[in-house]
Every structure is written in C-alpha cells, then in structure tokens.
T-cell receptor, first 113, second 118 residues
C-alpha cells in the first residue's frame, strides 16, 4: 500500500547536535508538511511544501529548516538541537488535485537532553 | 493569523452515551474544517470534514455541525463504543478556490482526549 514513512522512529540526542528527520512517501502526493505534537498543544505546523520548488514557513519555524529533495522526500533539520525541541514529529502529505485530506506518517519521537 | 480553540480537553463518557467536542475559530475566511482521530501511539487520521457551504454532515455515528455566524463547529459521536477512545483534533483552513486541494494549511486545536468506559 502507498504510505508515508519517517526515519528514524525514535532519536535521543544532546543539546547542540545537528539532527535530520526524514520523510518519504509513495502516495505520489505533491504537498508535504512537518508538524510537531506536544501534550496539550495539539499539532503545530513547522514547514510545508506544495511542490519541489515551494517551501513555506508554518507557525513555529524558528530553529528548524527543511529540504524538499524530490517530490517524494521532505527532510526536517534541527541545526542545533535544544531541550524544548523534545517532541513527537509528524510528516504529512496531501494531493492537491483530489482532496484536502492529509495523510500522516507514523511519527518520530525526538528527545533532546 | 488563524487560531482554533477546542473544548473540552478531556471527556469521559459511558459506552452508549453521546459525546460532543466543540471548536471555535478566529478567521472568518476559513472555509474547511476537518476532524482527525489519533489512537494511542498511532498517527492522526481524518474521520470527517465539512466545508462552509453546508451546515451539517453525517457519517454513520459521527456528525459535524458548523455555525459560520458564531464561528464554531462541533463533532458529535452517538452510541459511543470503547474503540472511540482516542484524542480528537479539530482544524480550520482557508481554501482559496473552495474546493479540493485549494487550501494553504491547517491550524489545529489542542485536542480532546475522549475515554469511553464499558
């Protein structure tokens, strides 16, 4: 089945380290998103991309950067991780031409010590 | 920018009862309102959505209502079952063309943890 995958699924790192979270999809969707989930705060949008040449900041982009390497791949980087970036990170995709539904990956649990 | 508030943050019901979750949004231009369900340890999944050109939509035991004047929308679950236990998120967005795929981005509420007790 076409799916959205994320690597790694879990990561523990130290303050100041550079971290990359990767997202791949076999759904053929053009739009991709990165969210972080914190207890009591819901899902907050970090960055989104409507196609390979399009990158947009979301609600909470400070401290993060992204790269859309191909239509199927969208990576999130933390250049210098800090403890308050400890969270559950989700990638999502959607198809511009078909519906507004977003399909989420399984999530990456990141802990910054 | 858009802000979405969701209440209550937790909801506990007995199996067979109804559950109602309410959301309010701030941007009157918002015209697409989905609801996502996230089971424990799983990814969020869309369960129902509504556009601003309709006031109510039903799908079996779930329904969503929209009041554009008051800028609020609600999720109604009837005849609740233990498998309905999950976190539910509402969201709002603006769709420039009013149709599929036109919207820019979703702004989510903080979530409601629903527990259905047998």
């Amino acid at each position: 089945d076409a799916d959205v995958t994320q690597t790694p699924r879990n990561r523990i790192t130290k303050t100041g380290k550079r971290i990359m979270l990767e997202c791949s999809q076999t759904k053929g969707h053009d739009r991709m998103y990165w969210y972080r989930q914190d207890p009591g705060l819901g899902l907050r949008l970090i960055y989104y991309s409507f196609d390979v040449k399009d990158i947009n900041k979301g609600e909470i982009s400070d401290g993060y950067s992204v790269s859309r390497q191909a239509q199927a791949k969208f990576s999130l980087s933390l250049e210098s991780a800090i403890p308050n970036q400890t969270a559950l990170y989700f990638c999502a995709t959607s198809d511009f031409s078909r519906s507004n539904e977003q399909f989420f990956g399984p999530g990456t649990r990141l802990t910054v010590l | 920018g858009e802000n979405v508030e969701q209440h209550p943050s937790t909801l506990s019901v007995q199996e067979g009862d109804s559950a109602v979750i309410k959301c309010t949004y701030s941007d009157s231009a918002s015209n697409y309102f989905p609801w996502y369900k996230q089971e424990l340890g799983k990814r969020p999944q869309l369960i129902i959505d509504i556009r601003s050109n309709v006031g109510e939509k039903k799908d079996q035991r779930i329904a969503v209502t929209l009041n554009k004047t008051a800028k609020h929308f609600s999720l109604h679950i009837t005849e609740t079952q233990p498998e309905d236990s999950a976190v539910y998120f509402c969201a709002a967005s603006i769709s420039p063309w009013g149709g599929p795929g036109g919207y820019n981005k979703l702004i989510f509420g903080a979530g409601t943890r629903l527990a259905v007790h047998p």
